[in-house]
């Protein structure tokens, strides 16, 4: 299998669900009269829109690097499935659409049952990422 075969536009559509989501989502923000309620209400709106639709291009702009990584994955796991190969692309849902389109690719689209024992939960990924932080208060120069 090449690049070829996972540059249609459906295949470019359901690779980039989450990012045209996030851009709808914006959109569906902003259309939201709540500037009747308040003005600053508007401002919110303005924020949650940017937020989408900064994240929904950023997924959109990643389509080269996901297409490296569907032959990366396809020559990997060729000769066989080789679940050590799909782990970090199992902690994302773009990457989790990415392995289902490999594993259909390859033929072998019941081993995405497999692969989902591979998912970390979202709040131990959360607790990995938050570091502890040991404050120290001193009041005239004692420490509590």
């Given amino acids: 299998m090449t ?19 996030l851009i ?7 259309l939201i009269p709540l500037y009747k309620i308040s003005p600053w209400f508007l401002a919110a709106q303005v924020i949650g829109l940017l937020i989408c639709e900064k994240n929904g291009i ?6 080269k690097d996901k297409k490296r990584k569907y032959r990366i994955l396809m020559e990997r796991n060729a000769a066989g499935i080789r679940p050590d190969s799909f782990s970090e692309y199992m902690q994302a849902p773009c990457g989790r659409l990415l392995v289902k389109v490999v594993l259909e690719d390859l033929g072998k689209k019941e081993e995405y049952a497999s692969l989902l024992r591979l998912r970390e939960p979202f709040m131990d990924r959360l607790k990995a990422g938050c570091r502890p ?12």
């Fill in 3 to 21: 690049e070829n075969t996972i540059s249609t536009t459906s295949r470019f559509i359901y690779l980039n669900t989450y990012a045209f989501l």
């Fill in 24 to 30: 709808f989502m914006g959109i569906g923000i902003v």
């Fill in 58 to 63: 950023g997924i959109l702009r990643s389509w």
């Fill in 133 to 144: 932080a040991k404050t120290t208060i001193y009041v005239g120069g004692k420490k509590l």
